[in-house]
């Protein structure tokens, strides 16, 4: 299996800071790197496909970037709307696989 | 604009049946793949397997073998089931629609999970 690793895996951050995200995988995966947006009891929701192309409907204050085993997601000008925990995905090879997560906190 | 509805058991026993359905309604069934994520209580997301209108379908390991997705094209729906579930099964489970530049070939590397469904959590006690 191909291990995704985050960091951090939690943080705290104000309305209108920026923060990155990062995920490294086990192996290089090309840009085959996804990024989903969690909120509790709600269905994750995909933000960035193909390592750096931002889903439709998803707000320009969320990029991303990388490529082989290094990436990350930036937020920019946190809204309040954004604490969320974030999760990164590979999909280069099955079994597919999910970072262990990052929790954006309000400071 | 499509939506997955799920619903299902949530009180299973160990050693019995998980039986999960995933209803699209709007947009197309046909031009995608569709796949079943879990996550544990406190844990992260675990990807559970595939399958697509092609025929092709794929399974995480880590299951051992004991699941299942089949799809039922007359009525949009895809269904997961898991045999001789064990307390490690406790999981919100959710169904998700999956798209790539290749699925149309049957290639599926460089796939996205989008929508995914609201969720159904289920808990094996005995």
């Known amino acids: 299996d191909i291990q995704m690793t985050q960091s951090p895996s939690s943080l705290s951050a104000s309305v209108g800071d920026s923060l990155t995200i990062t995920c490294r995988a086990g192996q290089s995966i090309n840009n085959y790197l996804n990024w989903y947006q969690h909120k509790p009891g709600k269905a994750p929701n995909l933000l960035i496909y193909?390592?750096?192309t931002l889903q439709s409907g998803v707000p320009s204050r969320f990029s991303g970037s990388g490529s082989g085993t290094d990436f990350t997601l930036t937020i920019s000008s946190l809204q309040p709307e954004d604490f969320a925990t974030y999760y990164c995905q590979q999909s280069y090879g099955t079994p597919w696989t999910f970072g262990q997560g990052t929790k954006v906190e309000i400071k | 604009q499509v939506q997955l509805q799920q619903w299902g058991a949530g009180l299973l026993k160990p050693s019995e049946t998980l039986s999960l359905t995933c209803a699209v309604y709007g947009g197309s069934f046909r031009d995608y793949f569709w796949t079943w994520i879990r996550q544990p209580p406190g844990k992260g997301l675990e990807w559970i397997g595939m399958t697509s209108h092609g025929g092709s379908s794929d399974y995480n390991p880590s299951l051992k073998r004991r699941a299942t997705i089949s799809l039922d094209t007359s009525k949009n729906q895809v269904s997961l089931k898991v045999i001789s579930v064990t307390a490690a099964d406790t999981a919100v489970y959710y169904c998700?629609?999956?798209?790539?530049?290749?699925?149309?070939?049957?290639?599926?590397?460089?796939?996205?999970?989008?929508?995914w469904g609201q969720g159904t959590p289920v808990t094996v006690s005995s």
């Open positions: 193909a390592a750096s």
């Open positions: 998700a629609r999956g798209f790539g530049p290749h699925i149309l070939r049957e290639v599926f590397r460089n796939n996205w999970f989008d929508p």
